[in-house]
Nanobody, 130 residues
């Protein structure tokens, strides 16, 4: 029902910034939870951040708190990931994802599992050099 396309990745030195975008098209439901995951070479996919539609709650993995900001512009059907103070360990392919929220669930653990997400973008490469 939904097609997601990420953009904005690239090469940046440690301490620099990048802004990723995820544009959604198709049968879009505003209640979708929108999230970002990342996967580094040789590592498993990792949850980065999520934003809920219902109340705009934000969830971040510990390693990016204070550095990354997740936001959404419903009028543009786009979500953004502002990444500041980038570190080499942030190097990964970053994926945008969407899922229908479970009304009975709240809190971090409701959003951090990749297998729960229904739609995924193609990914955008972020490389941070030291």
């Amino acid at each position: 029902q939904v097609h997601l396309v990420e953009s904005g990745g690239g090469l940046v030195q440690a301490g620099g910034s990048l802004r990723l975008s995820c544009a959604a098209s198709g049968r879009i439901f505003r209640r979708y939870v929108m999230a970002w995951f990342r996967q580094a070479p040789g590592k498993e996919r990792e949850f980065v951040t999520a934003i809920t539609w219902s109340d705009g709650s934000l969830y971040y993995t510990h390693s990016v708190k204070g550095r990354f900001t997740n936001s959404r512009d419903n009028a543009k059907n786009t979500v953004y990931l502002q990444m500041n103070s980038l570190k080499p360990e942030d190097t990964a392919v970053y994926y945008c994802a969407a899922k229908t929220p479970v009304s009975s669930c709240s809190g971090y653990r409701c959003y951090d599992s990749g297998h729960e997400y229904d739609y995924w973008g193609q990914g955008t490469q972020v490389t941070v050099s030291s």
